[in-house]
């Protein structure tokens, strides 16, 4: 079949692996939104409220634990290509390798997450601040 076709095998162990990840995502989101959907736009009543800081707390911990799998499967995607394994075995052998360096690759991560969005995020947000203040529009 040739080299081209030979890459197509790395496709079904990605597409495990990126659909175990998202179900682990909408599985924590979807209470998070049913609580949105319940309240109203500006919440007055206090049951409104604790129901607000419950849904906030509660999306904490989801991504608190969001990230204990996603830092526990950091090599996978590289151990499909590197180690031709299946999707689940990839993330077993991740789990193995990052056993006992949690923290640091943690660190990794977020210093990574940092680099790649709160840097271009914090060059943009003045452009978008000064576009829309007042200043502005006193000037025309």
Same mark, same amino acid.
């Given at each position: 079949?040739?080299?081209?076709?030979?890459?197509?095998?790395?496709?079904?162990?990605?597409?495990?692996?990126?659909?175990?990840?998202?179900?682990?995502?909408?599985?924590?989101?979807?209470?998070?939104?049913?609580?949105?959907?319940?309240?109203?736009?500006?919440?007055?009543?206090?049951?409104?409220?604790?129901? /607000? $800081?419950?849904?906030?707390?509660?999306?904490?911990?989801?991504? /608190?634990?969001?990230? +204990?799998?996603?830092?526990?499967?950091?090599?996978?995607?590289? /151990?499909?290509?590197?180690?031709?394994?299946?999707?689940?075995?990839?993330?077993?052998?991740?789990?193995?390798?990052?056993?006992?360096?949690?923290?640091?690759?943690?660190?990794?991560?977020?210093?990574?997450?940092?680099? $790649?969005?709160?840097?271009?995020?914090?060059?943009?947000?003045?452009?978008? +601040? +000064?576009?829309?203040?007042?200043?502005?529009?006193?000037?025309?």
């Amino acid at each position: 079949m040739g080299v081209f076709f030979s890459s197509f095998s790395k496709i079904v162990p990605l597409t495990i692996l990126w659909f175990t990840t998202q179900v682990i995502i909408l599985i924590g989101c979807i209470p998070f939104l049913i609580v949105f959907e319940c309240i109203s736009p500006k919440p007055t009543e206090p049951y409104q409220l604790w129901l /607000l $800081l419950a849904a906030y707390i509660y999306f904490f911990i989801v991504l /608190l634990i969001y990230l +204990f799998f996603a830092t526990r499967w950091t090599f996978a995607i590289a /151990l499909i290509f590197h180690r031709d394994l299946s999707g689940i075995g990839a993330m077993r052998t991740s789990w193995e390798m990052t056993k006992g360096h949690f923290w640091g690759m943690l660190g990794i991560n977020i210093d990574i997450s940092i680099g $790649l969005f709160g840097l271009p995020m914090m060059m943009i947000w003045p452009a978008y +601040f +000064f576009q829309y203040s007042d200043s502005r529009r006193r000037l025309s």
